[in-house]
């Protein structure tokens, strides 16, 4: 299984695991009940939540087969947010107060966590990963990447096909050279 969690700026560590409707809850407990009907149990309760990406991939591995998690671009949240995840990375387990229950992988998930760099990280996260660089790519790689991406070229004449993603490449580097010596340009291209 695979799952995808994309990191906004007001994205909360909690929302990878659970979200619990107390609305939903509050509206059903003010209907009337019938005599059938005496308390809640944790069953009912569990109705009301719903698991986040994190609690998907806890739940979804299994001995011989973790699900895969990709936590895409960490660095857009709060500051706080890698530190929120720490005990739940580090125990690979959490708690719902709302229903008891206590989600524990039967495997540990791969985690994949990506970040633009645009902050640092908490030094007390970054102990607990393994770093990637992913290097800007060649001028090959470039090739590799568009003929990956628009597989209608290859149904063009190589000689048309090559001149094309010639010409697409040589542009995307005087764009990016222009970009990188502009002074008043603060991006890092892509």
């Known amino acids: 299984f695979y799952f995808e969690w994309h990191v906004k700026s007001s994205s909360k560590a909690q929302d ?7 609305i939903a809850r509050l509206r059903d407990a003010n209907l009337p009940k019938s005599n059938d009907e005496a308390g809640e149990s944790a069953e009912d309760l569990v109705r009301y939540r719903s698991l986040g990406p994190l609690g998907k991939a806890f739940l979804a591995s299994e001995p011989g087969k973790p699900a895969i998690l990709l936590i895409d671009e960490i660095d857009k949240a709060d500051i706080d947010f890698p530190n929120d995840l ?5 125990e690979m387990r959490f708690t719902i107060p709302e229903t008891g229950e206590e989600i524990i992988p039967r495997e540990r998930p791969l985690i994949f966590i990506t970040s633009n760099q645009e902050r640092e990280m908490p030094q007390a996260f970054l102990r607990r990963c393994i770093f990637h660089f992913i290097k800007f ?6 090739i590799q990447i568009m003929e990956s991406n628009f597989p209608t070229l290859a149904s063009a004449a190589d000689d048309q096909r090559s001149k094309l993603i010639a010409r697409a490449v040589e542009r995307f580097e005087k764009l990016r050279e222009e970009i990188r010596k502009n002074p008043a340009s603060k991006k890092n291209v892509s």
């Open 86 to 90: 720490l005990l739940e990375l580090d």
């Open 137 to 142: 790519p060649e001028k090959e790689q470039l």
């Open 16 to 22: 990878g695991l659970y979200k619990f409707d107390h």
